[in-house]
């Protein structure tokens, strides 16, 4: 069992939608967790950046939390087809070097 | 401001040639990592230094793969000979301690033949 799961998708939703993307994760030591934004041939650009278990909103974005379950989500309001990429969530015990990551969900937003 | 620059762009090599992949960070991020990520999975970690000192290498296939970071600025990952396994995209990343977020180049695409 892999440390971090995440559905590889792809997750095909119309304009305008709200998307839902999740991990799951077994290490109960991990406190910091990231959604990190991927478009085709380009490099991983950070997103969203939480610590411990609540909710974070940026603009259209909203991360959650929950370390009871041990999932994370990621909410995107009014989906835009510039959202269209792979989205990867990672997380940490204590420092951003050690991160572990998840394999990376597709998604497809059409127009 | 730039940000991290790697070269080249994409390699397509045969099986048992070396190749080398060059990295300029962000000024003034003194932590680089080199990272490896295959087709449909995340990034994995190979080495990470914190100036010219790799405080990281344990995920470094050392047998083949050599890395070094002179002067604490720019990193060359090299890979001596290479395998048809070895396909993938190499990431660079740099960050600052301040604040630990990791900037990633646009990667070196490699297809081993």
């Known amino acids: 069992q892999k440390e971090v799961e995440q559905d590889p998708g792809p997750l095909s939703v119309p304009e305008g939608a709200i998307v839902s993307l999740n991990c799951t994760y077994s290490n109960s030591a991990f406190q910091y967790f990231m959604w990190y934004r991927q478009y085709s041939r380009k490099g991983p650009e950070l997103l969203m950046y939480t610590y411990s278990s609540g909710n974070k909103e940026d603009g259209r974005f909203t991360a959650q939390v929950d370390k009871s379950s041990k999932y994370i989500s990621l909410f995107i309001r009014d989906s835009q087809p510039s959202d269209s990429a792979t989205y990867l969530c990672?997380?940490?015990?204590?420092?951003?070097?050690?991160?572990?990551w998840g394999a990376g969900t597709k998604l497809i937003i059409k127009p | 401001e730039a940000g991290v620059v790697q070269s080249p762009r994409y390699k397509i090599i045969e099986k048992k040639q070396p190749v080398a992949f060059w990295c300029n960070p962000i000024s003034g991020h003194n932590t680089l990592y080199w990272y490896r990520q295959n087709l449909g999975q995340g990034p994995e970690l190979l080495i990470r230094?914190?100036?010219?000192?790799?405080?990281?290498d344990s995920q470094l296939p050392k047998d083949r793969f050599s890395a070094e970071r002179l002067k604490g600025v720019d990193s060359t990952l090299k890979i001596q000979p290479a395998e048809l396994g070895d396909s993938a995209v190499y990431l660079c990343?740099?960050?600052?301690?301040?604040?630990?977020?990791?900037?990633f180049g646009e990667g070196s695409r490699l297809t081993v033949l």
């Open positions: 990343a740099s960050s600052t301690r301040q604040t630990g977020e990791l900037f």
């Open positions: 230094y914190e100036n010219e000192e790799a405080v990281d």
């Open positions: 990672a997380m940490s015990g204590g420092s951003n070097y050690q991160l572990i």
